[in-house]
């Protein structure tokens, strides 16, 4: 017999995976469908991964509303789901009278006793390497960096050890209705049943409420350009350093990351859907917002390059809708910055408008919270002894740059969700992430993969459908495409 969910929830970035976790507290049947092959491979992926504080609230929007509401929510992260947001605390930076006015309005905004307006030499205390040509900087030490992967992975570890239910591979064309009460999500692989769906699936979610018949204005996407360097640099930036913002973004800024590497941008460019595809003229534009404000920025220890999409509506504002066709379906469009900080919010706010297009939400007895894999390179001498202790492939580090050992690759390979690309691992325990980015280990990590999931070589993928590692022997591939003489 065809099983019937109470939700369904298209997309498995950060706020679809928010929602099944916050949903996954209540006696519900939950199932998340996903085109891909794994959690966070659209928007959620690439971004700067700030916690944005209240004082970059943006007033009188829904994004504002969903931010505030989502604030609360990290302490219960982190008992909850053992995630620990770095605090790293942010300085916005003024050069003018005018960008002065603006950090004494994030002052009003944010409303902290303990935030504060410095001088160039009092910032300096806190980030020697600033621009001497800036003249006073707003200090919030509330501010917090996460991996955006790790906090999207952990809403979905916590969501499955509750229940919820995760397809992958699953492209959802559009809806039907079944006896007026059930919603039929379609899918090239099957159709499935929901009393309520939510569509947060990203740069589709438009398209999407399109198609069930609902007016919603398109999506432009935009792209941005980040430069990551190396770990050697950990400590050059301490803070979260922000420009005053534009009309259109929040401008390039610097900021470390919760792993130890320092981060710059994004800057802000039109672009098509899918096109994450860096340029010579977009990293340039990186690098000049970066050294405006930390001149001796030291490009020369880049190890990665890479770009994020943002989905944007003609309001700039989230716009969280039901459906008129479909009263029990859910759309979720225009979710950009910051959209990484409001999901516990807007995981909140989806449960309630659920509660009013009926939907019963009955507390389970228990909740099971998720504990977090240690990660080898974050332990001391006597904890790495224990775990080596416990089983001899914490002793066996597969990537050196991170100190990633078998046990952490298998790991994560057997987890849920689990890694079933070479990305899917990168992202989940940063093997392939380091210095050398995958020069040592991608020459061990095939056969490790290839037996712990039982497939062949031709078989890798290393982020997608169609993104095969290797094709074939190399003679034999050599020789099934050569040239008769």
Same mark, same amino acid.
């Given at each position: 017999?065809?099983?019937?969910?109470?939700?369904?929830?298209?997309?498995?970035?950060?706020?679809? !995976?928010?929602?099944?976790?916050?949903?996954s507290?209540?006696?519900?049947?939950?199932? %998340?469908?996903?085109r891909?092959?794994?959690?966070?491979?659209?928007?959620?992926?690439a971004?700067?991964?700030?916690?944005?504080?209240?004082?970059?609230?943006?007033?009188?929007?829904?994004?504002?509303?969903?931010?505030?509401?989502? #604030?609360?929510?990290?302490?219960?992260?982190?008992?909850?789901?053992?995630?620990?947001?770095?605090?790293?605390?942010?300085?916005?930076?003024?050069?003018?009278?005018?960008? /002065?006015? *603006?950090?004494?309005?994030?002052?009003?905004?944010?409303? *902290?006793?303990?935030?504060?307006?410095?001088?160039?030499?009092?910032?300096?205390?806190?980030?020697?390497?600033? =621009?001497?040509?800036?003249?006073?900087?707003?200090?919030?030490?509330?501010?917090?960096?996460?991996?955006?992967f790790?906090l999207?992975?952990?809403?979905?570890?916590?969501?499955?050890?509750?229940?919820?239910?995760?397809?992958?591979?699953?492209?959802?064309?559009?809806?039907?209705?079944?006896?007026?009460?059930?919603?039929?999500?379609?899918t090239?692989?099957?159709?499935?049943?929901?009393?309520?769906?939510?569509?947060?699936?990203?740069?589709?979610?438009?398209?999407?409420?399109?198609?069930?018949?609902?007016?919603?204005?398109? %999506?432009?996407?935009?792209?941005?350009?980040?430069?990551?360097?190396?770990?050697?640099?950990?400590?050059?930036?301490?803070?979260?350093? *922000?420009?005053?913002?534009?009309?259109? &973004?929040?401008?390039?800024l610097? &900021?470390?990351t919760?792993?130890?590497?320092?981060?710059?941008?994004?800057?802000?460019?039109?672009? *098509?859907?899918?096109?994450? &595809?860096?340029?010579?003229?977009? /990293?340039?534009?990186v690098?000049?917002?970066?050294?405006k $404000?930390i @001149?001796?920025?030291?490009?020369?220890?880049?190890?990665?390059?890479?770009?994020?999409?943002?989905? +944007? $509506? @003609?309001?700039?504002?989230?716009?969280?809708?039901? &459906?008129?066709?479909?009263?029990? $379906?859910?759309?979720?469009?225009?979710?950009?910055?910051?959209?990484?900080?409001?999901?516990?919010?807007?995981?909140?706010?989806?449960?309630e408008?659920?509660i009013?297009?009926g939907?019963s939400?009955?507390?389970?007895?228990?909740?099971?919270?998720?504990?977090?894999?240690?990660?080898?390179?974050? !332990?001391?001498?006597?904890?790495?002894?224990? $775990?080596?202790?416990q089983?001899?492939?914490?002793?066996?580090?597969? !990537?050196? !740059?991170?100190?990633?050992? /078998?046990?952490?690759?298998?790991y994560?390979?057997?987890?849920?969700?689990?890694?079933?690309?070479?990305d899917?691992?990168?992202?989940?325990?940063r093997? +392939?992430?380091?210095?050398?980015?995958?020069?040592?280990?991608?020459?061990?990590?095939?056969?490790?993969?290839?037996?712990?999931?039982?497939? =062949?070589?031709?078989? %890798? #993928?290393?982020?997608?459908?169609?993104?095969?590692?290797?094709?074939g022997?190399?003679?034999?591939?050599?020789?099934?495409?050569?040239?008769?003489?």
């Open positions: 017999m065809k099983k019937i969910y109470d939700v369904i929830i298209i997309g498995g970035g950060v706020v679809g !995976c928010a929602i099944a976790w916050f949903l507290r209540f006696n519900l049947e939950i199932l %998340l469908l996903e891909e092959l794994d959690v966070c491979c659209g928007i959620s992926k971004n700067t991964g700030i916690i944005h504080s209240r004082s970059y609230l943006t007033p009188e929007t829904v994004k504002g509303e969903l931010h505030q509401r989502a #604030l609360p929510w990290f302490p219960k992260i982190e008992k909850e789901l053992d995630f620990h947001p770095l605090v790293t605390g942010a300085l916005t930076v003024a050069f003018n009278r005018d960008d /002065l006015n *603006y950090l004494k309005s994030l002052k009003k905004i944010g409303k *902290y006793d303990d935030t504060e307006i410095l001088s160039l030499q009092e910032s300096q205390i806190l980030e020697p390497n600033l =621009s001497d040509r800036i003249i006073a900087t707003y200090y919030d030490p509330h501010a917090m960096v996460v991996s955006p790790r999207t992975l952990a809403f979905a570890e916590g969501a499955a050890l509750n229940g919820v239910e995760f397809q992958f591979n699953r492209l959802v064309e559009g809806f039907d209705l079944k006896n007026s009460k059930k919603i039929i999500v379609k090239p692989n099957e159709n499935y049943e929901a009393f309520f769906v939510v569509n947060a699936a990203g740069l589709s979610s438009t398209k999407l409420a399109q198609q069930s018949g609902d007016q919603v204005p398109t %999506l432009s996407a935009f792209k941005g350009e980040y430069i990551l360097l190396d770990k050697e640099n950990q400590g050059f930036v301490k803070n979260i350093i *922000y420009p005053v913002p534009s009309l259109v &973004s929040k401008g390039i610097v &900021s470390p919760p792993e130890g590497n320092i981060l710059a941008g994004p800057n802000f460019e039109s672009c *098509y859907d899918d096109d994450t &595809s860096t340029t010579f003229q977009g /990293l340039n534009e690098r000049a917002g970066a050294q $404000l @001149p001796r920025f030291p490009f020369d220890q880049t190890i990665q390059i890479f770009a994020g999409i943002r989905p +944007t $509506l @003609p309001e700039r504002d989230f716009l969280i809708f039901v &459906s008129k066709k479909y009263p029990g $379906l859910i759309h979720l469009c225009g979710i950009e910055s910051p959209g990484l900080t409001a999901s516990p919010g807007i995981a909140e706010y989806v449960g408008l659920l009013q297009q939907l939400l009955k507390e389970k007895d228990q909740i099971i919270f998720r504990k977090a894999f240690p990660v080898f390179h974050d !332990c001391d001498w006597k904890k790495r002894e224990d $775990l080596i202790a089983n001899p492939d914490w002793g066996h580090i597969v !990537c050196r !740059c991170e100190e990633v050992t /078998l046990a952490e690759v298998k994560a390979l057997n987890m849920n969700p689990p890694a079933r690309t070479m899917g691992l990168k992202r989940r325990i093997v +392939t992430a380091g210095r050398c980015q995958g020069s040592f280990c991608q020459m061990h990590l095939p056969s490790i993969v290839m037996n712990q999931l039982n497939i =062949s070589i031709q078989d %890798l #993928l290393k982020s997608g459908k169609n993104s095969n590692l290797f094709v022997e190399t003679k034999k591939v050599v020789n099934a495409h050569a040239t008769p003489h």
